[in-house]
């Protein structure tokens, strides 16, 4: 059952399961911290997205993310910094016990650090939120159900240069396509909130051992 995902049994898996990695994440600077929203739209378990504004300077504007940002030196920690991005991009201050842990790092281009924090925040409505439009064109909702249909997962193929350079995870036929980074971190996410119905289509996007 999917609304298993949000029980209290499937969150001290999830707290146990990321304890470690927390606990090691939270003692180390990082680039750059995000919030992976677990939520509950129109009673379904949900990840919580929003699309960049392209008013932003640079890549990655108009692309889908989760909310986030880099770390200031003012910020406690990591989970510090997800959870001050996510208040100042959307209006949503999460508590901090609202967090089930830390997932594994991913990687920007230029190698440095992105922190992946996974909070639950019980039902929500997107549509009620008042996203900082500097920032935030547009913030949706994914059910797990639809991420996890396999007719809604692929891949795609990163060249530079001319040069094959990687291939990474894609989510497809939702409002928006995932992809990049934030496919990376959504990929992550289903492999621990659902390793038992969830299968990467990419054999180096393996659950970490934690």
Known sequence: ?????LSAESEQRCRRL?????????????AAAVL?????????????????SRRLVGRHKGEVSFP????????????????RETLEELGLAVP??????????AHDRQKASVIPVLASLGPLDPQNLKPNLDEVDE???????HLLQAQNQGY?????????RCTMPVFLHGPHRIWGLTAVITEFALQVLAPGSYQPRLAGFRVPRY
């Open 139 to 145: 913030v949706f909702a994914l059910p797990l159900a």
């Open 96 to 105: 901090e016990e609202c967090v089930w842990g830390i997932l594994s790092p």
């Open 68 to 83: 986030g940002g880099k770390c200031d030196p003012a910020d406690r920690d990591v989970v510090h910094t997800a959870l």
């Open 1 to 5: 059952m999917l609304s298993d995902y």
């Open 156 to 164: 795609t193929h990163f060249c530079q240069g001319g040069h094959y």
């Open 18 to 30: 990321l304890a470690g990695n927390t606990a090691r994440c939270r003692a180390h600077p990082a």
């Open 36 to 52: 992976v929203p677990l939520c509950v739209v129109c009673q379904a378990p949900a990840l919580l997205y929003t699309l960049r």
